[in-house]
Every structure is written in C-alpha cells, then in structure tokens.
C-alpha cells in the first residue's frame, strides 16, 4: 500500500468508528427514553387523579418571589403528594428535609423538583445576561451557565428559570437587563448557549434543567411597563420574539414558562395557540411548561376566566403543565374532570412530563443526588469560578467614547480623582436576581482600581451624590476633591433595583441628579471618564457630547471592580460590543437596528420623510457598537459570485486590518437587507459574526457563506421561503458603519 493509500484506509476506518460510536449512543439514547417511558408508566399506574394533579402543583418556600398566594403548610401538600415541586428552597440541606418529606411521609414517596432563579450565576455571580451579550462570545456564555450550574446543583437545586430569552426593543421595560437584547439572532444563539451550559446532557448531578422564558412576547410590554400587555402582529412574533425560543427548544431546554402578560388579547398562560400549537405541535416539545408566579390565577384578573376554576380548566387546556404558586389546579381540577369539563388524558400528558424530567434527572434513582454539603462546601465560589466570572466580565464592557485616546489612563498620573454614588456600592455590583451572591464579598471599582493602579498614582474617593439623590449636599467635596486631581473618574448609573422585574422606568436619564454632578464636575476642567453601572441602556447624549471617555459597565457581578480596573489601566483591551441600542433621548424608544423599510425613509433636510421634528431617527450608540483602544479598517466586500444559485452558496469576504498599536479584538458583523419582497424587510437583519483577534498591523481575512436558507422569510401568506430577487449585505463593526455589496438569487 502507498502512502496515500494507507492514509485514505486510516481515515475510512475513522469514520466508520465514528460511524459506529453515533450509531451505538443513538441507540443507546433510544433505549433510555424506552426504559424512561416504561418507569413513568409504572409509576402513573399507581397514582390516583389527586396525586397526578398533585405533581402539576408548584409551592414556594417562605423566600418569596412574587405575591403571597396560600397561607397553608406548603409542607402538608407535601406530605399528601399534592405538590410536584418547590422553588426558593435552596441549599443541600434545607432540600434534603423538603425531599425527606416527599420521600418518606407521602404515599407514593415521589421526589420534588427544586426550582430557584439563576439568572446571572448563584453565588459566583457574573455579568447580567444583557452584559454578558455584550461580549458576543458563546464559549464563554456557556461556560458562565455551566459554573452556575455547577454550584447550584451543589446546593441541592435542580432547575433554574433560566435563560430569560426575551428579546425587547423597550430599554423602559426594566426586564431587558435579563435578556440577550433586541436582535433575534444574537438571542437565539445566547439562548441555545446558555441552555447547553444549564444542562449539558442532564445525566450527571452538575446537569441542571434550564428553563426558557416567559413564553413569549414577555418584552413587548406596551409603554415598557411591566405584566402590561402586548400587542404584536403575528408577523412579529415570529419574526422577532419565538426565534430564540426555538433555538432553546432545539438546543434540549427541559422546560419552558409561559408569561404574565396577554398576547393580542390573550394571556399567555392561557393561551392555546403559543402554547399548544406552536410550542407542543409545531415545534414539538417534549419538555413541560411551568407557568409563572401565580399566571394561572391571573387570568380572573384579565378578565378571561371568572374564577379559580375556569383559570384551572383554561390553565391546562391551553398546555401549562405545572403551576407556579396560584394552586388552582390542585383546588379545581379534580372537580372539573368530575363534572366532564377537563379531559383527563390533559393531566395524565402534562404529569408524564413531569414525572419524565425527574426520571431524567435520576431523583427516583437517589432522590438526594444533589444534597450533598461536601459538594457544597467544594465547588462554589472557588477562585477558579470568580476567575471565569472576571473573565466573562472583562469582555462584556463596551468602550462608548475615548476622545484623545484619554483610556487606557496614563501611567504617570499622579493623581485621580474616584466620584459617584457607583464608586464603592458593593451591593450594586451584583444586581436583581442575585441568586445567594453575597454582596459582601463584590469588588467595587474604587476596590479594583486600588490594586491596579501605579504606586505612584494616588485615588482619592467622593461619593458626590445618592443613586437617586434629590439634594446637591456632597456636591462641594466632590468637584474639590475633582479639582485637586489630574484626572476624574465618574461613577455613575443605576442602582441594583432599577433594573430587572418590575422595575419600569418611563425617563432614561440617569437618576436622581447624577446629571448635575457630572455636569459640576465636568466644568472644573479636568479630564473625565464616565464609567457606567446600569442594567439597560440609558440616554446618555449629555455625556457623550462632553465626557472624555465613556466605559459601559453595565452589572459585572462578584468580580466587577477587577474588571472595570483591568479596562481602565490597558491590561485589557475592550471588545465588547452593545446588544441593544441605545436612544439619543427616551422618546425615540423603541429604537432598534433593524426596523422595517417605509414608503418615506429618511433623507437629510427632507420635509416629508419619517423623522421626529426634535431629535435623530437613530441610536446615540447602535446595535452592535463599541470601540477598542485600537482601531480597525475594512476593506471593500468582496463576493465570489454576484449570483446565488437556488442550491448553491456565495462567500462575502473581507480584509480587517488591526490599523493601531496594539492587538485587539474585533467583532466581525454580516447583515442582510432582502431589496424587493412580499412584505416589508427590516432594513438590516443581523445573520453572522465573527469575533476575531488582531496583533497590531496584521490583517485577516473575514469570511461568511451565504446561503439561500438564511434569506428565508416569512412571506404575505407566512410561509417561510426564500424568494429569488436583490439582495443588499453589510459587513462592519457595528449595525451603522458597514461596507456593502450587492448579489441576486437566482430563480
Ligand atoms: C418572574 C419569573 C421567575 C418567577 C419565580 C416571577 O415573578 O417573572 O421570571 O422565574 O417569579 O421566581
């Protein structure tokens, strides 16, 4: 045998092996949903209608986190087998008595589900999940997902209500801070991220189900307000807001929550059409839905069901499977299938689910898998996990502004002066939904730029103001303080209850009269960088036209400070870019990247175009943005075809040159424009991204195929097709400053 011939046998008999080994975990795959189906059949056989409807009940331990719904002895439902699950009971031992209880004093000793909120880590707490977006790097949102699974899973717990895959374009609605932002594609591939970090193969005690919510259009909320309703065409949802869910559901998500609000008159926890059609049917998903806090009680607030027993029936009709916290299902069901109102094949489909996830888990096998307090003690908060925490954080900051190259700050400054109400607040650092994060234990900036800084650079600390002070008292010490330095550092923003639930605010300035000190400080002349802590965008045009420099910090978590610091001084360079668009003032809102072609689009000094009359149409700072403290130049787009074949693919290509000093990443951005179709087209749609890393002066060639299947849309009809004609691309380093090109699909 030749040499080439030896190679070619070498790698058929690889293939075939790996032929053979995916055939072999297939069928062991279908194997183990085999013997799970039989185990949850035997275990069906043996309940009663009560106990069956019992595994369809949520309770919550005394940590509330919403309003109080039962003054019973959630303990006692428990013991009855009429609860499937708990949320907020956290930690190995606490689960371990809970679990004891089902296990020992119920009749068919049938495990709880442990549910708990891990939005942004559990006690490593990292960059909420808008920050961590920022970064546009999966690897690393995964990773952040998995060391949150990994400690919470060590804490007894075996579900978090996580990833919150909400798109929204409405920076009031407090929520957006939870999500991945505005754009569809960038959310779908966080949400699928994050889910693969969440449970892995969910066959080991690290494994955690994930649960993507709130099903769906949650970010829509009319006015921004929160639990308001939404009113979206059909188009839209589909377009913008189930695309990430998809993507969860794809990538395995165990569950799913269906939302407070009502969708186009409907609730979406009673809502047959999301939740049965497209979720179960369409999509075909295997998993079960959970609904909100209390979202099943809700709907004899909407004014859809008169009372607990139409929720329950409209509830379970419309394919919520567990209810969260409104115990209408245990009250009424059993009622209503007595009276022939519910079907029973419902609640025997919807326990299946359940019973299905706590086999997968293996809790009949060891219902106290994950009640270990060696486990505990051992894996969470370990350096390694604030590491990756401080990793993840350093790369979610977005570089706004950086006039005269002011950052990295100069190493012979002697001095700096530290002022803001964001300076030094521990418990701001990590946020709403700070799962057990201890506050304590948070690096704050002025922490973080204590051990960074030079020996010979002094930092001298004023607080300046409250987060949302209404008085100017500490204003005199402050520019004082200001005035005695080469350089200031304002820390300004949002405390840690602005944004999250229910944390709507209708002006995106910054509060209190933070506006004013940076405006008293910015006066005495100095040099000044604003550095923001804030769970949204805010409108910050009054800083951007006077401020130095502008760091979006957005909520970094335990290792905050570090990170900020580690911005500050160069030894990192900033690559994070914004998932979300930032207004000029709060009336633009929403505003958002890729809004639809109009029959006038705007044109400079044009009369009748579409345009405010006070303020631009676009973004201070666009989808996508966020500058280094290199720079980088794009050549032109070069296509290897200006025609695209119905079964074929074109490359759009271009040269990125690393044009500074020093290296630097950049995030390589391919948009899309479909010229002529059925319905309007966003004038820009995000479909690819490349994060690449450039020494300085090197150049690299960026490339993206392009196929018919990415131009698919969803026509007058909705079908989702791909339709011959013109097509515009983009590639550039945010949504606004792209080169563009120009091909066609061809019939
Ligand atoms: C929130 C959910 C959360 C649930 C349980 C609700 O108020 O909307 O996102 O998972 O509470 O804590």
Redesign the pocket.
């Known amino acids: 045998m030749n040499h080439k011939s030896k190679i070619g046998a070498i790698l058929s008999l690889i293939l075939f092996c790996s032929v053979l080994t995916k055939a072999e975990n297939n069928s062991k795959a279908t194997l183990e949903k085999k013997r799970i189906e039989q185990r949850v059949d035997s275990v069906m056989r043996l309940m009663t209608l009560e106990e069956k409807i019992g595994q369809l009940n949520q309770l919550s331990s005394s940590e509330k986190?919403?309003p109080e719904l039962s003054k019973s002895n959630n303990m006692d439902y428990v013991r009855k087998g009429l609860c499937g699950s708990m949320?907020?009971v956290v930690g190995a031992e606490m689960t371990r008595k809970a679990q004891e209880i089902a296990v020992n004093e119920s009749r068919l000793h049938i495990p709880l589900l442990f549910g708990y909120?891990v939005i942004h880590g559990f006690k490593t707490i990292f960059p909420v999940p808008l920050a961590e977006t920022a970064s546009w790097d999966m690897n690393l949102i995964e990773k952040s997902a998995r060391i949150a699974a990994i400690e919470t899973s060590a804490s007894g717990v075996h579900w978090t209500?996580a990833p919150?895959v909400d798109i929204s374009r409405d920076a009031r609605w407090g929520r957006i801070m939870e999500g991945a932002g505005e754009d569809p594609y960038l959310g779908s591939l966080v949400a699928a991220a994050r889910v693969r970090g969440f449970q892995e193969q969910l066959n080991n005690n690290t494994d955690i189900l994930a649960c993507a919510?709130?099903f769906v259009a949650y970010g829509a909320a009319i006015g921004g307000r929160d639990y308001n309703s939404t009113d979206i065409s059909e188009r839209t949802l589909y377009e913008t807001y189930l695309p990430p869910f998809k993507a969860a559901v794809d990538a395995g998500a165990a569950t799913i929550?269906s939302a407070?609000q009502d969708l186009n008159g409907i609730p979406a926890s009673g809502n047959e059409f999301t939740l049965r059609k497209i979720l179960k049917h369409d999509w075909n998903f295997k998993g079960f839905v959970v609904s909100?806090?209390g979202s099943v009680g809700e709907l004899i607030n909407h004014g859809v069901a008169k009372d607990r027993k139409e929720a329950a029936k409209m509830g379970l009709n419309s394919g919520v499977d567990m209810e969260?916290c409104s115990l209408t299902y245990v009250d009424e069901l059993a009622q209503l299938i007595r009276e022939g109102l519910v079907k029973k094949e419902l609640i025997s489909n919807a326990c299946r689910r359940i019973l299905r996830m706590k086999f997968k888990l293996g809790l009949f096998d060891d219902p106290y898998k994950y009640c270990d307090t060696e486990r505990e003690k051992n894996l969470i908060f370990t350096p390694q996990n604030r590491q990756a925490s401080l990793e993840i954080a350093r790369k979610s900051i977005v570089l706004l502004k950086n006039e005269n190259h002011i950052l990295p700050l100069d190493k012979n400054l002697k001095s700096i002066a530290l002022i803001g109400p964001l300076a030094d607040a521990k418990p701001e650092m990590i946020g709403q939904w700070p799962g057990k994060g201890e506050e304590d234990k948070a690096v704050t900036l002025f922490a973080g730029l204590k051990s960074h800084l030079p020996e010979n650079t002094k930092l001298v600390y004023a607080k300046g103001c409250q987060i949302d002070d209404e008085n100017e008292s500490l204003f005199d010490e402050a520019i004082q303080t200001a005035k005695n330095a080469d350089l200031v550092i304002l820390a300004l923003g949002e405390g840690k209850m602005m944004s999250g639930?229910n944390t709507s605010r209708s002006n995106l300035e910054l509060p209190g009269v933070q506006l004013d000190l940076a405006k008293a400080i910015i006066k005495t002349g100095k040099p000044v960088v604003v550095i923001l802590t804030n769970g949204r965008p805010l409108a910050i045009s009054w800083l951007n036209s006077h401020a130095g420099a502008i760091v979006e910090g957005w909520i970094l978590g335990t290792e905050a400070g570090n990170a900020l610091a580690d911005v500050l001084v160069g030894n990192i360079n900033p690559s994070g870019k914004l998932p979300v668009s930032f207004p000029v003032v709060t009336g633009q809102v929403p505003v958002y990247y890729n809004y639809k072609s109009t029959g006038r689009p705007y044109v400079p000094n044009e009369q009748w175009v579409t345009k405010y009359i006070d303020c631009p149409n676009d973004a201070l700072f666009p989808f996508g943005f966020g500058l280094s403290y290199t720079s980088f130049t794009y050549s032109d787009i070069k296509l290897s075809d200006s025609k695209l074949q119905p079964n074929g693919e074109i490359i759009a290509s271009v040269d990125v040159t690393n044009s500074g000093s020093i290296d630097g990443e950049d995030v390589v951005q391919f948009y899309i424009h479909d010229m002529v179709a059925q319905t309007t087209r966003p004038v820009k749609e995000l479909k690819d991204f490349k994060k690449i890393r450039l020494s300085a002066g090197e150049t690299k060639q960026v490339v993206f195929t392009i196929k018919p299947d990415e131009l698919r849309y969803y026509d007058a009809n909705m079908n989702f097709i791909a339709e011959p004609g013109d097509f515009k691309i983009f590639i550039g380093t945010n949504s606004r400053d792209c080169k563009e090109a120009i091909f066609s699909l061809e019939k």
């Open positions: 986190t919403g949320l907020n909120d209500f919150m919510k709130h929550m407070f909100d806090w969260m639930e």
